[in-house]
């Protein structure tokens, strides 16, 4: 099963992919992750990507693209793996779709989790005080940006997958649970 999982910040795409992790036994794939840890290990392209995130802004194309891909590569992707956070843009998705026809495979399904916009300022502002501050991205200014970010740069990819036939739109309003046992009804897994 190759899915991304899509939605605005604080939607729950992160604790969703970590619970279907254990339910469909294949990895999450968070660019969001990958970049913190980059930035942990204060590797060039941590430093690169730190100042970027810790406004709000989306790293380049290049750099996500190339993460992903290389990701996908691993021995623990074959049997499939849950996108979170990538494609955030249309050329990044387009850039997904040709990579994944280099690779010989195929996307099952994009599951687009949907929420209130005040609902959303305010479970991020809850992880921000729950992570004692882990995320620097995650004060109620950038928290801000963020969600303008993904309005204007995201949320073309839902008509994006529409079109493609691909998309399934979850209530992401709804207990943890809930949404997982949607999400897997929606896929059919
Ligand atoms: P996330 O953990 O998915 O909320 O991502 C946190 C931050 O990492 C974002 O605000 C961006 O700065 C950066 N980032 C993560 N994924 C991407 C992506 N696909 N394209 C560009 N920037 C990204």
């Known amino acids: 099963m190759r ?18 992790v254990e339910q469909l036994g294949i990895p ?7 970049l913190r840890n980059a930035i942990a290990n204060k590797t060039a392209m941590g430093l690169a990507a730190k ?3 810790d406004r709000g802004d989306l790293v380049s194309d290049e750099v996500v693209n190339g993460i992903v891909s290389e ?12 996108l979170d956070g990538f494609p955030r843009t249309v050329p990044q998705a387009d850039a997904l779709a040709t990579m994944l026809t280099q690779k010989g495979i195929a996307l099952n399904a994009v599951v687009e989790i949907t929420a209130d916009a005040d609902t959303l ?19 109620a200014e ?3 940006k963020r969600l303008d970010v993904y309005k204007e740069l995201t949320e073309p990819l ?32």
């Not at 939605?7 to 619970?19: E, H, L, R, S």
């Not at 309003?173 to 897994?189: F, Q």
């Open 121 to 139: 300022v305010s479970r991020v502002a809850n992880r921000a005080k729950e992570s004692g501050g882990a995320r620097a991205d995650d004060s």
């Open 28 to 34: 999450q794939l968070s660019t969001g992750d990958i």
């Open 51 to 53: 100042e970027i995130m």
């Open 158 to 189: 839902v008509a994006y997958y529409r079109q493609r036939g691909m998309l399934k739109t979850v209530d992401g309003m709804a207990p943890v649970e809930e949404v997982t046992a949607a999400i897997r009804r929606a896929l059919g897994a």
């Open 71 to 82: 990701r996908i590569d691993q021995p623990d992707c074959a049997k499939g793996f849950i």
């Open 142 to 144: 950038v928290i801000r």
């Open 3 to 20: 899915l991304i999982l899509l939605g605005p910040p604080g939607v729950g795409k992160g604790t969703q992919a970590k619970i279907l």
